[in-house]
């Protein structure tokens, strides 16, 4: 070997050397790529948040949890109207509605407010559910109506037509009037006009100082 080969390889030896500037880059390049690497996947996970564009996502319906309430607000009001045109509202503490296909609303603490001719009459229940469509209200458990002129029922598991003023329990009913007292195993009564259908074992109790007065 000539005396310039082996200087050019002396000098490219010596570049390569521990201390030399190339043994500097290299040590440079072990510290800091990983952290450029680990900045970089930071940003490229919290890019689509930061932007102010839309963000897509790809989601399986087959992982992704289903809602079990569509609808559900605290302190519902509802309107309507009966067949002659007089409203009636009714009041809820909270209602769910499970499908917007599905007219059917649970309520919770109802109060349903009718105008009746005599004048208004109010219809209260812990729970039950109200049919938008039919505008039907079914009670689960005790219900209790009253008028302003006297009149009151209270009863179980009651249908209320409040499109046509109808009633009908699912329980055993007691009620007072101005003349007097019932009770039955079952009701049906037309609210509008005052008259009622008891069904089983049926009682009633007329006091005869009110009677007369009426």
């Known amino acids: 070997m000539s005396e310039v080969a082996a200087r050019l390889r002396s000098q490219k030896r010596g570049w390569a050397h521990p201390g030399s500037a190339h043994d500097r880059v290299v040590r440079l390049s072990l510290l800091f790529l990983p952290i450029g690497i680990g900045v970089l996947s930071a940003f490229l996970v919290l890019a689509p948040l930061l932007t102010k564009g839309d963000v897509s996502f790809v ?97 179980q598991n009651a249908l209320v037509d409040l499109k046509t003023r109808k009633m009908e329990s699912g329980g055993a009913v007691t009620g007072k009037t101005p003349t007097g007292v019932f009770s039955a195993n079952k009701l049906t009564a037309d609210l509008e006009n005052r008259t009622i259908s008891l069904d089983g074992n049926a009682r009633l109790r007329i006091t005869p100082k009110r009677a007369n007065r009426r």
């Not at 109207?81 to 509202?89: C, T």
């Not at 296909?101 to 004048?119: D, F, K, R, S």
């Not at 039950?128 to 209200?137: I, R």
């Open 59 to 155: 989601l399986d319906k087959n992982k992704v949890a289903m809602a079990t309430e569509r609808l559900r607000l605290e302190s519902a009001v509802y309107r309507g109207a009966d067949e002659k045109g007089r409203p009636f509202r009714l009041n809820a503490g909270s209602a769910i509605q499970k499908s917007s296909a599905e007219p059917i609303v649970q309520l919770n603490q109802l109060a349903a407010e009718l105008t009746l001719p005599e004048g208004p009459a109010m219809l209260k229940a812990d729970k039950g559910h109200y049919d938008m469509d039919k505008q039907q209200v079914s009670t689960d458990g005790p219900v209790k109506f009253q008028t302003t002129d006297g009149y009151t029922l209270d009863t």
